[in-house]
T-cell receptor, first 112, second 115 residues
Framework: AQSVTQPDIHITVSEGASLELRCNYSYGATPYLFWYVQSPGQGLQLLLKYFSGDTLVQGIKGFEAEFKRSQSSFNLRKPSVHWSDAAEYFCAVGAPGTALIFGKGTTLSVSS | NAGVMQNPRHLVRRRGQEARLRCSPMKGHSHVYWYRQLPEEGLKFMVYLQKENIIDESGMPKERFSAEFPKEGPSILRIQQVVRGDSAAYFC?????????????FGQGTRLTVV
């Protein structure tokens, strides 16, 4: 079955510390992978996406993600977290012309 | 170029009433997807539409829910005889072409509360 697992429901990180959000997927075909961020009461904003090529993908706001086929993972990272990064983060997988399958999300809190 | 516009942003309905949610895609986009986000859950696909056509409605509940995307005007998600379990945030996304994943933009959502 096709699915996306985000093992961490809630993570708290100190401002300035590094961040890694985990995402594992199960998908029959070669997947397209996405990370979205959702601030409270807002829609989803695309942080980055992976289709092919270099497995390390750079996104907006200083985020990056690495695709590891052998581990079926697409973890999101940021070297230094800012208070404004507090939000909910969703990993998603899909294929051209198909609907995206989303994980349940990870809520990031940033402590000062 | 305005983004994907959804209205209303918040909608309160009593049980048994109808809810109509609107989504205006970005200019030039003819592909629309609707998703539902239940509390503490990720987004679940509901329906994929192109102008005047329903392409994939595999995620739509079989009863009370319908969607359309007419030649002119916004896409409409309609929920008849709402129940408390319909309370959720409903998001639409639009894209200019079928391999929409390359350029998908989400609206800010409509938060439906059924009382």
């Amino acid at each position: 079955a096709q699915s996306v697992t985000q093992p961490d429901i809630h993570i708290t990180v100190s401002e300035g510390a590094s961040l890694e959000l985990r995402c594992n997927y199960s998908y029959g075909a070669t997947p397209y992978l996405f990370w979205y961020v959702q601030s409270p009461g807002q829609g989803l904003q695309l942080l980055l996406k992976y289709f092919s090529g270099d497995t390390l993908v750079q996104g907006i706001k200083g985020f990056e993600a690495e695709f590891k086929r052998s581990q079926s993972s697409f973890n999101l990272r940021k070297p230094s977290v800012h208070w404004s990064d507090a939000a909910e983060y969703f990993c998603a997988v899909g294929a051209p012309g198909t609907a995206l399958i989303f994980g349940k999300g990870t809520t990031l809190s940033v402590s000062s | 170029n305005a983004g994907v516009m959804q209205n209303p942003r918040h909608l309160v309905r009593r049980r048994g009433q109808e809810a109509r949610l609107r989504c205006s895609p970005m200019k030039g986009h003819s592909h629309v997807y609707w998703y539902r986000q239940l509390p503490e859950e990720g987004l679940k696909f509901m329906v994929y539409l192109q102008k005047e056509n329903i392409i994939d409605e595999s995620g739509m509940p079989k009863e009370r829910f319908s969607a359309e995307f007419p030649k002119e005007g916004p896409s409409i998600l309609r929920i008849q005889q709402v129940v408390r379990g319909d309370s959720a945030a409903y998001f639409c996304a639009s894209s200019p072409r079928a391999d929409w994943n390359t350029e998908a933009f989400f609206g800010q959502g409509t938060r439906l509360t059924v009382v």
